[in-house]
């Protein structure tokens, strides 16, 4: 301030010198960034990544189950949340040719699973882009981190597709966080005598040159993990639920047909159940899939269509449309929260096995306290389960239980008021533990951080709970 005074008395003008307070010139705008190449999960820190918010997938799919080949096309159309100088999708073990962002060629690089796009010109925030990516190649029976099959598993009659957890990137380039919902279009060409089932509803197939061409629309927006692009010799037969709801159904040829339809058969009655109890049903159509591939081993709530990979049992059935409203609908932000999808469908089960005359939930809570406190069982935090034990015991029969011990501690009444406005979230928002323990102690007028401390994240067995 000296420096400038000096110059201006030797000036012998007037001159107005700058003070403390006084509005600096406007600063330089930051430079566009590199999107995040992670979506933020401590448990899959490579799956997701950052800076633009995905609203669509449409996926173009020719694949051949006898040689596993896969060549498709995919178009994602995003949001920038940033201004992005380059920015990232999940795609592994198949090769890319070509990347466009709204319809120029880019440059990209593709290792260790992500694939790195730099448009020719920056990507400002809040500017609408659409990503086209040709990619293809021999598809494999990948498998997760607990060791077993999950993603686009092949078979020699077709694909058994289920993601859960960070799956979805091995079959096509994606924003693989379920923070991250869209919606999805596909065009699934196959050898004819092979059929293609996906989420949400079907368009005509169309059949040329021995292919056929199948089309699904999934208007309702979904996490990745919740899509599939299942193919085999299925069986596919329509049904009708509340309210008229389309329900499709594709079993296995190979399989019993007759033993699959029974079980199918009670779906609406278990959605008209489900809609006393959580709310309406929250997608335009249900169904399942039902696959002969005992290797993979286990059932998948994909979004609208359940995936079995045998006929399954009504418990199950009911897990996996419990889903719907919980895991689904409501989606956790983290993995660590799996337990409010597996603790609440499992819970869901119970009550659906009361609803028709068999064991209460009580009752199913009071056999598993029988564990004695030693029992490995108690071990598995099933708030926090680490990723190993992503789909450990404890997260789903711990959850449930802790479920029913909220319960006993805060009422019937008010417990039946969290379980419809929990169901009744915005479907945007994603969720974790702590939104279900707010919401709990607004209804209940309760202090229950004690009680979620004990009942989700000790590695210990809780105490038995007291009533309200």
Do not use: C
């Amino acid at each position: 301030m000296r420096l400038r005074a000096r110059i201006a008395t030797l000036l012998g003008t007037s001159i107005l010198v700058m003070t403390a307070g006084a509005v600096p010139a406007a600063a330089h705008p930051d430079p566009p960034v590199d999107g995040a190449t992670g979506g933020g999960d401590a448990y899959f820190p490579a799956a997701g990544n950052g800076g633009y918010d995905v609203a669509h997938y449409d996926l173009d799919l020719g694949y051949t189950p006898q040689t596993r080949a896969l060549t498709a096309h995919a178009d994602v159309t995003a949001t920038a949340t940033a201004d992005l100088r380059s920015f990232s999708l999940d795609l592994r073990d198949l090769d890319v040719t070509s990347v466009t962002v709204d319809g120029t060629p880019t440059s990209y690089t593709h290792e260790g699973g992500e694939l790195v796009v730099t448009p020719a010109e920056p990507l400002s925030e809040g500017t609408e882009f659409v990503v086209g990516v040709d990619y293809g190649g021999t598809t494999g029976q990948p498998e997760d981190a607990t060791g077993a099959l999950y993603g686009w598993i092949s078979f020699a009659d077709g694909a058994f597709v289920a993601n859960e957890p960070e799956g979805a990137s091995t079959w096509f380039p994606v924003n693989d966080t379920p923070a991250d919902k869209a919606t999805y279009s596909f065009e699934i060409d196959v050898p004819e005598g092979t059929v293609a089932i996906a989420n949400g509803v079907p368009g005509e197939p169309r059949t040329a040159d021995g292919r056929t061409t199948y089309a699904w629309e999934a208007d309702d927006p979904q996490a990745s993990y919740l899509a599939t692009a299942s193919t085999g010799n299925y069986v596919v037969t329509d049904d009708t639920g509340p309210g008229g709801l389309p329900i499709i159904n594709a079993v296995d040829a190979d399989l019993d047909q007759a033993a699959a339809g029974a079980v199918l058969a009670t779906q609406p009655a278990m959605i008209e159940y489900f809609e006393t109890v959580f709310g309406p049903y929250p997608f335009g159509s249900f169904g399942a899939i039902v696959d002969d591939d005992e290797e993979a081993g286990y059932a998948l709530e994909t979004q609208t269509r359940p995936i079995y990979s045998g006929v399954p049992d009504e418990s199950t059935v009911a897990h996996e449309l419990a889903h719907q409203w919980f895991g689904n609908k409501i989606t956790p932000a983290l993995w660590k929260d799996i337990w409010l999808n597996e603790g609440f469908a499992t819970y869901a089960e119970w009550l659906w096995e009361e609803s028709t005359g068999g064991r209460t939930p009580q009752q199913q809570f009071d056999e598993a306290f029988a564990a004695p406190a030693g029992d490995p069982f108690w071990t598995v935090p099933p708030g926090d389960p680490g990723a190993p034990a992503l789909f450990d015991a404890a997260v789903y029969s711990r959850g449930a239980m802790a479920l029913q011990a909220l319960r006993v501690t805060i009422g019937d009444d008010a417990f039946t008021q969290v379980l419809r406005q929990w169901a009744d979230r915005d479907e945007f928002v994603p969720v974790g533990t702590d939104d279900l323990r707010t919401l709990a102690e607004e209804v209940s007028d309760q202090d229950l951080a004690a009680f979620f401390q004990a009942w989700l994240y000790t590695p210990a067995k809780p105490a038995a709970p007291t009533p309200a």
